[in-house]
């Protein structure tokens, strides 16, 4: 068990270029999710996936953002034509769908736009 | 719909003094709750939960919590912290109905030797 993935790390980018992200959950794993989170701010729930079907979206999500996870695995969150207010960190967490069993969060990927 | 206070955004103490974190939750429906640390640059990391049972929950590093369902609050304790807690902290809860998590904002603890 490697713990959930995401890559890359960090990701500057210039206003309006498209930017796209990978999270990698724990194996057995059927739950996934994706929040954001601002400096001084709690995660903000973006989206979340059981297993390859995309089940809630968030209205942060605008249309600008999507998010998949084909065959159930990972997942990749793109954001088109980005904004600097799109500037935070995203976090992925995934977890099994059991009553009370926890999350478990990847180390973020921080996104600047400049 | 649910929503969760941290009434502190930050809390300096000295090491090896004791610490109380406060979280407070508003919700219609019976919630879990949660406590996570989030180090420098890091993920967030599971402190301790409550789902049901006793109210005194005991998590790692030493912390624990205690779910008051009367006034609403999971305040999180510590009797003796370290340089290594310096982190913030976040309370979370989440309904039973889609275990979505709702995030209190974080209190960030300083650590001052």
């Known amino acids: 068990d490697t713990g959930v993935s995401q890559n890359p790390r960090h990701k500057i980018t210039k206003r309006g270029q498209n930017v796209t992200f990978r999270c990698d959950p724990i194996?057995?794993?059927?739950?996934l999710y994706w929040y954001r989170q601002t400096l001084g701010q709690g995660p903000e729930f973006l989206t979340y996936?059981?297993?390859?079907?995309?089940?809630?979206k968030s209205r942060l999500l605008s249309d600008r953002f999507s998010a998949e996870r084909p065959k159930g695995s990972f997942s990749t969150l793109e954001i088109q034509r980005t904004e600097q207010g799109d500037s935070a960190m995203y976090l992925c967490?995934?977890?099994?769908?059991?009553?009370?069993?926890?999350?478990?969060f990847g180390s973020g990927t921080r996104l600047t736009v400049v | 719909a649910q929503s969760v206070t941290q009434l502190d955004s930050q809390v300096p103490v000295f090491e090896e003094a004791p610490v109380e974190l406060r979280c407070n939750y508003s919700?219609?429906?019976?919630?879990?709750l949660f406590w996570y640390v989030q180090y420098p640059n890091q993920g967030l990391q599971l402190l301790l939960k409550?789902?049901?049972?006793s109210t005194l929950v005991k998590g790692i590093n030493g912390f624990e919590a205690e779910f008051n369902k009367s006034q609403t609050s999971f305040h999180l304790r510590k009797p003796s912290v370290h340089i290594s807690d310096t982190a913030e902290y976040f309370c979370?809860?989440?309904?039973?109905?889609?275990?979505?998590?709702?995030w209190g904002a974080g209190t960030k603890l300083i650590i001052k030797p």
């Open positions: 996936f059981q297993n390859e079907a995309q089940l809630e």
């Open positions: 919700s219609s429906v019976s919630v879990y």
């Open positions: 409550y789902l049901s049972g």
């Open positions: 967490a995934s977890r099994l769908d059991r009553e009370g069993y926890g999350y478990t």
């Open positions: 979370a809860v989440s309904v039973r109905s889609n275990y979505q998590l709702i």
């Open positions: 194996s057995e794993h059927n739950r």
